[in-house]
């Protein structure tokens, strides 16, 4: 990613504080934004290498939540899904919440009684125009190396342009 760009995926202050107790639990973990099979559309989290990410999912953004990850939580999203809502005429920022409740039974946080929510910031013109210059890291340029150069960081919902009752903007 330019350095310039915003990042594709942020995650909230609560999100990040559990996915580092989950992360202590089970080592290096990832999240598949899901595309509406088992947990709706759930950002769904799983050890890294338990989940195969397909040559053609494509790498939302890398967050940088636990410091002993020294190549940070990849967020994944499948590249239909990828083309309907983040290349389309308002394309989003993904906003990793956690909520009480009951997540997909694959997820790592569901034995926790709460699951990972999505939520979505819509890109302002100016971040559309930097965005269109990044190049998309699909599952087979990831095996290959490429990696993004901006990681997505730990917000607030006020930060992120959301507020805290906010619904979901998927999930």
Do not use: N
Request: proline share 9%; glycine share 14%.
């Amino acid at each position: 990613m330019d350095a310039g760009a915003p990042p594709g995926a942020v995650i909230t202050a609560p999100a990040a504080e559990l996915l580092a107790r989950l992360h202590e639990r089970h080592g290096p973990v990832m999240f598949h934004q899901s595309g509406g099979c088992c947990d709706g559309s759930s950002p769904m989290c799983y050890p890294r290498g338990d989940f195969i990410v397909g040559d053609r999912d494509v790498l939302l953004g890398v967050l940088d939540v636990c410091p002993q990850e020294e190549d940070g939580v990849p967020v994944w999203i499948s590249g239909p899904q990828y083309q309907a809502h983040y290349r389309g005429e308002q394309p989003t920022q993904l906003v990793i919440d956690v909520v009480p409740g009951r997540g997909g039974g694959f997820s790592l946080e569901a034995p926790e009684g709460v699951r990972f929510l999505s939520r979505g910031r819509v890109f302002t013109d100016k971040e559309r125009a930097e965005l269109a210059a990044v190049p998309v890291i699909t599952g087979a340029a990831y095996q290959r190396g490429e990696r993004p150069s901006v990681r997505g960081r730990v917000v607030a919902l006020a930060d992120a342009g959301l507020p805290e009752t906010c619904g979901p903007a998927t999930g």
